[in-house]
């Protein structure tokens, strides 16, 4: 990997983190949080498994991180597609704080779901 893709790498690896301690984020991915810590310093690269939860993490598919790191273009996913991926990776607190946003704005909605036809 060169230079330029490594300094990628890092910085897709701690947006994947986010805010989250190196050792919290290694205990999610299933590895030491030397692991994290020497992967965020460059000296050494994620397996490919890693390199694939470490996509989903930041929003990413496993496809769309080996181009980013290759420099070529990635496709642009829809927002729909980049919220439910964040979903799927989100602590279960945080996707049950979205939840009841969700039902409440279900609740609020004065309109039928899916442009349903209401029976007179």
Do not use: H
């Amino acid at each position: 990997m060169d230079t330029k893709s490594r300094q990628k790498l890092i910085e897709i690896i701690k947006l994947a983190r986010g805010s989250m301690s190196q050792r919290a984020f290694g205990k999610q991915l299933g590895v030491s949080s030397t692991s994290v810590q020497m992967w965020e310093n460059g000296v050494k690269t994620p397996d490919t498994a890693n390199l694939g939860r470490i996509a989903a993490q930041a929003g990413y598919t496993l496809e769309e991180l080996l181009l980013c790191l290759e420099g070529k273009p990635v496709p642009e996913a829809s927002d729909l597609n980049v919220i439910l991926r964040q979903i799927n990776n989100m602590p279960l607190s945080e996707v049950a704080i979205i939840a009841q946003a969700a039902v409440a704005r279900f609740a609020a909605s004065t309109q039928p779901v899916n442009n349903e036809v209401k029976a007179s």
